[in-house]
T-cell receptor, first 109, second 113 residues
Framework: GQNIDQPTEMTATEGAIVQINCTYQ??????LFWYQQHAGEAPTFLSY????GLEEKGRFSSFLSRSKGYSYLLLKELQMKDSASYLCAVNPNDYKLSFGAGTTVTVRA | DVKVTQSSRYLVKRTGEKVFLECVQD?????MFWYRQDPGLGLRLIYFSYDVKMKEKGDIPEGYSVSREKKERFSLILESASTNQTSMYLC????????????FGPGTRLLVL
């Protein structure tokens, strides 16, 4: 089976930086996704990494190290609206995604 | 923008009832997926389909079946609902190919009494 691990909860202050780690052990690798999910809403796509390195998109960045089976999502200049669950998902083979349990980020004023 | 819609946001059903959940996407995606989401367990794949009338079991297919008669529509069927099927059900779609982004519908929160 596939194994995707991420912390359950994180809390940070408005304006701060938070780093959400994700480690994976999967049968194959065709890329790693990060999704954001606000309470009661659908997950929405944030980023996709297939090669090693850092991808930056505004306040959000995602990093991948395939040799270490490791990724992180970096959220900078935190805003209250960033309070959500962040889902790490790996595409091990064909079309399917294997998801971690998600990390709930709470931003405090 | 990709749009994935689900027939209901909330459903309450009785044990033993047959339940139909419908999903429609408007982006001509080949792949469609049904997941359930439970606290602490994340999203788990129930079934997926890569073409009309084609389906494959995911990680937890027991107690569920699916139907894909048209490319844009993918239905999840609970043949005889049970209380352990109380969950959030999410539909997603994507283009065919590895590494394609999946786009999710708003979810159906099902309560089985």
């Amino acid at each position: 089976g596939q194994n995707i691990d991420q912390p359950t909860e994180m809390t940070a202050t408005e304006g701060a930086i938070v780093q959400i780690n994700c480690t994976y052990q999967t049968s194959g690798f065709n890329g790693l996704f990060w999704y954001q999910q606000h309470a009661g809403e659908a997950p929405t796509f944030l980023s996709y990494n297939v090669l090693d390195g850092l991808e930056e998109k505004g306040r959000f960045s995602s990093f991948l190290s395939r040799s270490k089976g490791y990724s992180y999502l970096l959220l900078k200049e935190l805003q209250m609206k960033d309070s959500a669950s962040y889902l790490c998902a790996v595409n091990p083979n064909d079309y399917k995604l294997s998801f971690g349990a998600g990390t709930t980020v709470t931003v405090r004023a | 923008d990709v749009k994935v819609t689900q027939s209901s946001r909330y459903l309450v059903k009785r044990t033993g009832e047959k339940v139909f959940l419908e999903c429609v996407q408007d982006m001509d995606h080949e792949n469609m997926f049904w997941y359930r989401q439970d606290p602490g367990l994340g999203l788990r794949l129930i079934y997926f389909s890569y073409d009309v009338k084609m389906k494959e079991k995911g990680d937890i297919p027991e107690g569920y079946s699916v139907s894909r008669e048209k490319k844009e529509r993918f239905s999840l069927i609970l043949e005889s609902a049970s209380t352990n099927q109380t969950s959030m059900y999410l539909c997603a779609s994507s283009f065919l190919g590895k590494g394609e982004t999946q786009y999710f519908g708003p979810g159906t929160r099902l309560l089985v009494l």
